[in-house]
T-cell receptor, first 116, second 115 residues
């Protein structure tokens, strides 16, 4: 149980385009979803926290207009990287939690974004 | 505030030898502690967690960790390492009650098990 999927698993795009990454909780309803960014051989950096039906809370230094997060349902959150640039190339990981599991986070498999 | 320290960037062991990956934490309140493993270009795989109860926690793939409140540590151990255990390991902490359910991750420790 508590499976989280991400789509796509990898994406290559041209500079200036927008890319949408989906995060789904497959067998539970996620009250909260988290988006992380990870550079090679580094730790996870929390970008934002989103609760279903409300605006995401962004961490300091994360541009909310560049990284648009939507959490429209209890099983789906999306991260859209707008006007992507090569420096946005990274590994993006989402996680989801629900209240009855001590709010433990269950992680998705990650999405590798490469911006040319 | 909460934080995690993994003092070793790398740990190298021979196959069949014991493996230890160190983690210390700082939280206000009781800690929820987690260990995850990450293989190249993959997401985090859950290994084990400490929420409450027995200080010795047994997890996946033969790993275990001991919660030590006085030393604020949660070291990951495996009695006999395998080459397939070579990966990046993360320790994470959250406080109970949580302020906002956010996890704080350590910097990660790269484990290399040589045949």
């Amino acid at each position: 149980g508590a499976v989280v999927s991400q789509h796509p698993s990898w994406v290559i795009c041209k500079s200036g385009t927008s890319v949408k990454i989906e995060c789904r909780s497959l067998d539970f309803q996620a009250t909260t979803m988290f988006w992380y960014r990870q550079f090679p051989k580094q730790s996870l950096m929390l970008m934002a926290t989103s609760n279903e039906g409300s605006k995401a809370t962004y961490e300091q230094g994360v541009e909310k207009d560049k990284f648009l997060i939507n959490h429209a349902s209890l099983t789906l959150s999306t991260l859209t990287v707008t006007s992507a640039h090569p420096e946005d190339s990274s590994f993006y990981i989402c996680s989801a939690s629900f209240e009855s599991s001590y709010n433990e986070q269950f992680f998705g498999p990650g999405t590798r974004l490469t911006v040319l | 505030a909460q934080s995690v320290a993994q003092p070793e960037d790398q740990v190298n062991v021979a196959e069949g030898n014991p493996l230890t990956v160190k983690c210390t934490y700082s939280v206000s309140g009781n800690p929820y502690l987690f260990w995850y493993v990450q293989y190249p270009n993959r997401g985090l795989q859950f290994l084990l967690k400490y929420i409450t109860g027995d200080n010795l926690v047994k997890g996946s793939y033969g790993f275990e960790a001991e919660f030590n409140k006085s030393q604020t540590s949660f070291h990951l151990k495996k009695p006999s390492a395998l080459v397939s255990d070579s990966a990046l390991y993360f320790c994470a902490v959250r406080s109970d009650p949580p302020n906002d359910y956010k996890l704080s991750f350590g910097a990660g420790t790269t484990v290399t098990v040589r045949a």
